[in-house]
């Protein structure tokens, strides 16, 4: 058996958690600088905004109904995730963390216990010890889980956890249960299967399997097998190295000036290398891209990029970001404004198997001693407190109008409570 735990609309709890006056109203977390709607609490829902809608968009609505409004507050929203992750782990055997807000947990050898207890408690627990609803969804594999998770979203009766384990019970919810949100059925595989008349999980566990191997390849035969009640997808009990790693960011206005821009770029370098290193990964590629403003008219060289390959695999964001910055001079045009940028690492392996090259002149032990002790400092002291020159001293420049308090990651965030 598998569980799912799914954060409820996460950043818009995370943010209610701090300002319960907030609970029943409308609320909104925007995206990198306060651009669009990432999070909606179910009453802006209610209201009609929709996934993703510009603020500029909806600002007339977001008035009306004095809906509040919250700028992306990724260091509060991953420190109530790991909150959260840690209550789970005090509850089953194993878990996978999915995503900042969902995490499945490995139940098997617990199948002889009231399993909907189980998830009910584990909802409760939950908000208990974060103040993050979450809804607990527990079935015979990973994709019965997810959708058994958001029939307790919604369905309040469910008081936060659902079990999912009879036939019957099983083809009863497919039955209700859209194509669109089946884990693991893409925008165009689903616009294929409506042609062919399949609106609901249930009709898809009624296609012939060969069609779908045809049609979906192997991915899709999986999906239908769990659906089924058969697990094909492996519990991850390590996550695996990824196998590309990227820092982007659209900037708060255009950036003409290329010392600002190389400034920022170097920042992204020195981000995207740390969690190179963390994973304990090097890479035999970098990417560098700048943007500028695609809904400007007449706009010319919208996209541009650059690639370089390092003779011997590095993780070092001295040789790297002297890399990056050769290709950012080569394809920067003076006077473009550029809106966003990004470095991307790629062709990874273990930093432990190391191809070295005969007339490679680089000491790259003292390399690897520099960067742990820079990331040493960087993690106990404080972030990005050690960098290289080129990097922007200010962070990343970013429209951030309405950010709240970091309460539980700085010390002069944190709440005071008057008795």
Partial sequence: MYALADCNNFFVSCERVFHPELRNKPVIVLSNNDGCAISRSNEAKALGIKMGAPLFQIKDLVARNRVAVFSSNFALYGDMSDRVQETLRQMAPAIEVYSIDEAFLDLRGMEGKDLGAFAREASARCLKHTGIPVSVGVAPTKTLAKIASKCCKEDPALRGGFFLSEKAAIEEVLK?????????????????????????????TRLPAEWIRQQMNITGWHTQQELLGFPCIDFAYTMPPKQQICVSRSFAKEIRDYNQLAEQISLFTAMVCEKLRKQKSVCHQVLVFLLTDRFKPNNIH????????????????????????????????????????????????????????????????KHTRLMKTMDKINTQIAPGLIGVGSQSPDGVIMNRRHLSPQYTTRWSDILTVKA
């Fill in 176 to 204: 209700r249960f859209p194509i669109d949100d089946v884990w693991g059925i893409g925008r165009q595989h689903t616009a294929r299967l409506k042609f062919f008349g399949v609106k609901t999980a249930f009709d898809f």
């Fill in 302 to 365: 919208p996209f541009e990029s650059r690639m370089v390959t390092f003779p011997v695999a590095t993780d070092s964001t001295l040789e790297i970001n002297t890399r990056v910055l050769s290709c950012l001079s080569s394809f920067y045009h003076k006077g473009y404004g550029y809106k966003k940028g990004g470095v991307i690492l790629t062709s990874l392996s273990p930093n432990q198997s190391v191809q070295l090259d005969l007339y490679d002149s680089t000491d790259r032990q």
